[in-house]
């Protein structure tokens, strides 16, 4: 399996077998990594040729360590792509994954103040105040909660906001979204967090908030997630103005 005529590094080529066996599902996420001295022994080459080529996987996080364990393949996060507005279901269907919804809360509500200047609208007008898990094949991905004006956006109800509201507005209201601004913070999971995303204490998540237009600009949504950083990455593509 290694080379040692190659002029390619042998820790080189070891790192990229293991990369190759977790891409094509050999090493599946979770899985513990064989020894050091197991690779050594049946590849025949030094353990610190082997420890060069782990601390490299680990680096790039195909791996992680836990301390007194081992090494283990790390889950592939989902990449979601940022240069589009589209919704939860969207970006799940798009995928081939099946989007899930655990609905937590739902009601009207009187708009404070903040969350009323943020939607454009008198203070104490009525608001929906929806708290979903989103799920994809069932595992927790995001905790969302959304404020959305009940005279803007009619009609919703608990069977509608645990499938799409996106479509909704779209299919059954005939509006149509237009854009939307988004800001990104890195958090640690609070209480409500690690329990609903079922994340250990102290897991780090990427916090979004996102608020939304109709193509007219009318603000109708306000919505707060938190999604699981160990799940989910962000890709942008950037044009130099
Ligand atoms: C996404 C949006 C959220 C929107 C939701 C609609 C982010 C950060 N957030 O989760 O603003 O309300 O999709 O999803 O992307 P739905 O149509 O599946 O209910």
């Not at 064989?34 to 590849?43: G, K, V």
Request: proline content about 5%.
């Amino acid at each position: 399996m290694i080379d040692k005529q190659s002029p390619i590094p042998i820790y080189h080529q070891l790192e990229e077998q293991i990369k190759a066996k977790i891409e094509n599902g050999e090493y599946k996420p979770g899985d513990s990594l064989p020894s050091e001295r197991e690779y050594a022994e049946q590849l025949n080459i030094s353990r610190m040729t082997v420890r060069q080529a782990i601390t490299n996987l680990v680096n790039e996080r195909y791996l992680h360590r836990i301390k007194g364990k081992g090494t283990f393949i790390t889950e592939q996060k989902l990449e979601q792509n940022l240069n589009g507005l589209t919704s939860f279901t969207e970006d799940m269907k798009a995928r081939g994954m099946e989007p899930g919804n655990r609905l937590i809360n739902f009601e009207i509500i009187p708009a404070n103040q903040s969350i009323a200047e943020q939607l454009h609208i008198a203070e104490h007008a009525p608001i929906y105040e929806i708290k979903r898990i989103r799920l994809a094949e069932n595992i927790p991905m995001a905790l969302e909660r959304t404020y959305i004006p009940a005279n803007l956006i009619k009609g919703l109800t608990d069977n509608i906001v645990q499938n799409s509201i996106y479509q909704y507005i779209e299919s059954k209201l005939a509006l149509k979204i237009g854009k939307a601004s988004q800001i990104f913070e890195a958090t640690i999971a609070n209480e409500e967090e690690i329990e609903y995303l079922e994340i250990p204490e102290l897991s780090p998540v990427l916090f979004i908030k996102r608020t939304t237009q109709l193509e007219d600009g009318t603000t109708f949504e306000v919505v707060k997630s938190s999604y699981r950083a160990d799940r989910y990455k962000f890709m942008f593509d950037l044009e130099r103005q």
